[in-house]
């Protein structure tokens, strides 16, 4: 008897271990957030922030598109982005073409973002409602709070957008007057011919064209 408890023995530990209770794990501490601290910029630096943000506010159009993801696929693009106080609307359209210049893929980002300018026009915007089109071709909705950082330089009616990755975006203010017109992409749109006939039967029924 003795024999065969001290052979069920380790089995009647394991079990024993197995039964108990298990403690939960303590929940790891958590990570102390660091304090903001408020910056204090030299009055040389809040004098170029007022200057910059001042100087984005309106309408701009979208004139150039550097982005390292279609670098070297043939494109056309066209954008617009209106700026008011310390919010601004951007949307850019894209159309990819192949070989034969034919669109082929389709890409569309939008989206209203609150933006502050920091030291050397380091931008941060902070989006608010914004879609864009992935690489799966569908549309997906960007994240409130989602934040991009840009180098922002804005010189009378130009303003250029930098980013860490390669992009850069570059504006011409849009000034009053008629614009040609361009489809989606920004390309221009003929205009319609009138037909020759119509003039010349307009002027007969013109008493002023007729018995000089």
Same mark, same amino acid.
């Given at each position: ?25 303590? @929940? ?7 304090? *903001? ?9 809040? !004098?170029?922030? @007022? ?47 192949? *070989? ?10 939008? #989206? ?7 030291? #050397? ?81 307009? !002027? !007969? ?8």
């Amino acid at each position: 008897m003795r024999t065969l408890l001290l052979a069920l023995a380790p089995a009647l530990s394991v079990a024993l271990v197995l039964s108990a209770p298990q403690r939960p794990e303590p @929940a790891p501490p958590r990570p102390r957030e660091t304090p *903001q601290v408020p910056v204090t910029h030299s009055e040389g630096t809040q !004098k170029e922030i @007022a200057r910059t943000a001042k100087a984005m506010q309106g309408l701009w159009v979208l004139r150039e598109l550097e982005w390292p993801r279609i670098q070297g696929v043939p494109s056309d693009f066209r954008g617009f982005c209106l700026v008011s106080e310390n919010h601004l609307n951007f949307e850019v359209h894209i159309g990819l073409k192949n *070989q034969n210049q034919n669109l082929m893929d389709l890409m569309l980002d939008s #989206g209203l973002w609150r933006f502050e300018v920091g030291e #050397g026009n380091r931008t941060v915007m902070t989006a608010l409602i914004g879609s864009y089109i992935d690489q799966n071709n569908h549309i997906v909705f960007r994240e409130e709070g989602t934040r991009v950082r840009y180098e922002v330089i804005a010189l009378g009616d130009e303003m250029v957008w930098r980013k860490e990755d390669g992009q850069r975006l570059a504006f011409s203010r849009m000034l009053d007057g008629s614009a040609a017109r361009v489809d989606i992409f920004g390309r221009p749109i003929p205009e319609e011919k009138k037909d020759e006939g119509d003039k010349s039967d307009a !002027k !007969k029924d013109d008493p002023k064209e007729q018995d000089h």
